[in-house]
């Protein structure tokens, strides 16, 4: 059973920076990546970042890219988002996902952890 277990959300003001956190029990291979979604009120789920688990490629969505950093730890099985610059709109809920196939293809991603809160106030 593969899960997903996030860390790190939590309440921050605008411009301070937060680190999440996602352990993953799932067997890992060359087509195995994660990635970062975020879910605001009202809105659909969006993809932030991702990184394709061999060879640590990488891919950003632009309202991220140059704020956040996606990086992992394969020893742990561990990916992390490291966000700076938070801003009121990032304001969502943030899930980690996992899946086989092309690591910035939001279709890839097909576990889900249960998502974690994380608000910026201004």
């Known amino acids: 059973q593969v899960q997903l277990v996030e860390s790190g959300g939590g309440l921050v003001q605008a411009g301070d920076s937060l680190r999440l956190s996602c352990a993953a029990s799932v067997r890992t291979n060359s087509n195995y990546a994660m990635g970062w979604f975020r879910q605001a009120p009202g809105k659909g789920r969006e993809l932030l970042a991702t990184?394709?688990?061999?060879?640590?490629?990488?891919y950003y969505a632009s309202a991220v890219k140059g704020r956040f950093t996606i990086s992992r730890d394969n020893a742990k099985n561990t990916v992390y988002l490291q966000m700076n610059s938070l801003k009121p709109e990032d304001t969502a809920v943030y899930y980690c996902?996992?899946?086989?196939?092309?690591?910035?293809?939001?279709?890839?991603?097909?576990?889900w952890g249960q998502g974690t809160q994380v608000t910026v106030s201004s």
């Open positions: 990184i394709r688990w061999s060879g640590g490629n990488t």
């Open positions: 996902a996992a899946g086989y196939g092309l690591w910035y293809a939001r279709a890839t991603y097909e576990y």
